[in-house]
T-cell receptor
Framework: KQEVTQIPAALSVPEGENLVLNCSFT??????LQWFRQDPGKGLTSLLL?????REQTSGRLNASLDKSSGRSTLYIAASQPGDSATYLC???????????FGPGTRLSVLP | EAQVTQNPRYLITVTGKKLTVTCSQN?????MSWYRQDPGLGLRQIYY???????DKGDVPEGYKVSRKEKRNFPLILESPSPNQTSLYFC??????????????FGDGTRLSIL
């Protein structure tokens, strides 16, 4: 059964720093991996989706990489801003691509 | 505006009183899903649907029912709610069901308290 972990559980950085969030999964036979952002009391917002055939995806200051063989993905946030403060979650579908398993999330605080 | 709409946003009710949480999407998505989010346990999938009249169990289906009679709607039914179903519930949808190839869109959540 797929298991997803995220490190660190929480992170506090000063504004302007570049930072890396990590996501690990136990079964490397994934179709894709998706990164989400969740603000307190809100739903999840999709940030980036990386297909299994891709190695990275970029959107603005965000860059996500995927290494299927090692079961890892990283989310890189450049020049962090207070507005980036949120919980970041990664998710992968199961072997059939229908049932999604989420990581526990990394709670990020960017201090002004 | 493309969106997933859940109702109600908040509900306090008592054990055993049947309730339904509605979910509707306006993006013509084939795939819809329900999750619950609990502190320390994260997001867990309850049920999902690949298309109309096609539903399947996720990781924590016990105590829940769903139906998919129309493409846009995917209600979550608690026939006899119990306190352990107190949680934050999310509905999500995505296009191209099968391999989750498109990003999932989430509703704003329903906070459910069962006394």
């Amino acid at each position: 059964k797929q298991e997803v972990t995220q490190i660190p559980a929480a992170l506090s950085v000063p504004e302007g720093e570049n930072l890396v969030l990590n996501c690990s999964f136990t079964d490397s036979a994934i179709y894709n991996l998706q990164w989400f952002r969740q603000d307190p009391g809100k739903g999840l917002t999709s940030l980036l989706l990386i297909q299994s055939s891709q190695r990275e995806q970029t959107s603005g200051r965000l860059n996500a990489s995927l290494d299927k063989s090692s079961g890892r993905s990283t989310l890189y946030i450049a020049a962090s801003q207070p507005g980036d403060s949120a919980t970041y979650l990664c998710a992968v579908p199961d072997n059939y691509g229908q049932n999604f398993v989420f990581g526990p999330g990394t709670r990020l605080s960017v201090l002004p | 505006e493309a969106q997933v709409t859940q109702n109600p946003r908040y509900l306090i009710t008592v054990t055993g009183k049947k309730l339904t949480v509605t979910c509707s999407q306006n993006m013509n998505h084939e795939y819809m899903s329900w999750y619950r989010q609990d502190p320390g346990l994260g997001l867990r999938q309850i049920y999902y649907s690949m298309n109309v009249e096609v539903t399947d169990k996720g990781d924590v289906p016990e105590g829940y029912k769903v139906s998919r009679k129309e493409k846009r709607n995917f209600p979550l039914i608690l026939e006899s709610p119990s306190p352990n179903q107190t949680s934050l519930y999310f509905c999500a949808s995505s296009a191209l069901a099968g391999y989750g190839n498109q990003p999932q869109h989430f509703g704003d959540g329903t906070r459910l308290s069962i006394l």
